[in-house]
């Protein structure tokens, strides 16, 4: 049995989310394969070939690649499934993209966002915004799956000597193209692989506050800095910042949920962070029924104590 995950990149470096997918792979059993596809990629290949579990690392480099367009991604990878018990990615908003487009393809059900593997057939996913767990089966030849990264371990990315294999790219479909990518760009960590987390809700008042009251926190932390869904739709800051269902799913070691109310939503991308600390002036607040600490404050007060503190 051998499985495939397709890689995430930026053309110059692996990203940390294809490990934990590696992982995924890993539980499920077989021989690993890993599919990069890109322009000027080589780089990635390489680093892929290092990762420990995976046998082979399959390389398809074409200008085409370089946007990591859908459709000529999706069409690729159908091109190579032959073969391949399991194709995974991880659920980040590439994969959300292309996946389905393959499972259409392949006429077979995708199975979205694993968070466990029971056996080969057999996955357990979070369904009514990760207030229950579905166990699902499937029996289509090949399984298309996305990974919640936040379920699995990334695997070690040194220890690997897996070959390179240069496959034939396919045609350009020419049926989207980048016209601009804008990207944020922060001296903080990203914020979905940030170890420290610090959000704020619409409790903060104003995207003046947000930043006047939290930034010199996750300074002194060396945090990233999250929100609610709440407080990217008032403006106080851009949806990049969004954690939560629509956002984006985090597991860090610590969580700073301040001024948030904890709407099942929110509480979906970030339940299973390993220590949750809330600030809210509201008791009955549903964020600290999930919360390891919490603080019933005026967080205007609270939040600067805090931080003359550390």
Known sequence: MSLLVIAEHDNAALKAATLNAVTAAAKIGGEIH??????????VAEQAARVAGVARVKIADAAHYGDQSAENLAALIVANAGGYSHILAAATSNAKNTLPRVAALLDVAQISE????????????PIYAGNALATVKSADATKVITVR??????????GGS????????GPDLGQSKLISRELTKSARPELAA?????????????GENYHTLLEPLA???????????AAVDAGFVPNDYQVGQTGKIVAPQLYFAIGISG???????????KVIVAINKDSDAPIFQVADYGLVADLFQAVPELVAAL
């Open 114 to 125: 694993i968070t466990a593997v029971v056996d080969a057939d057999s996955f357990v996913r």
């Open 34 to 43: 890993i599919l990069v596809a890109g322009s000027g990629c080589a780089a």
């Open 263 to 273: 709407a099942i939503q929110h509480l979906a991308g970030m339940k299973d962070s």
């Open 194 to 206: 940030a170890k420290i987390i610090v959000s704020g809700g619409r409790g903060m008042g104003s």
């Open 219 to 229: 300074d002194k932390l060396g945090a990233a800095l999250g929100a609610s869904r």
């Open 149 to 158: 990264t936040t379920g699995f371990d990334a695997a070690a990315n040194a």
């Open 162 to 169: 897996a070959a390179i294999e240069v496959i034939t790219a």
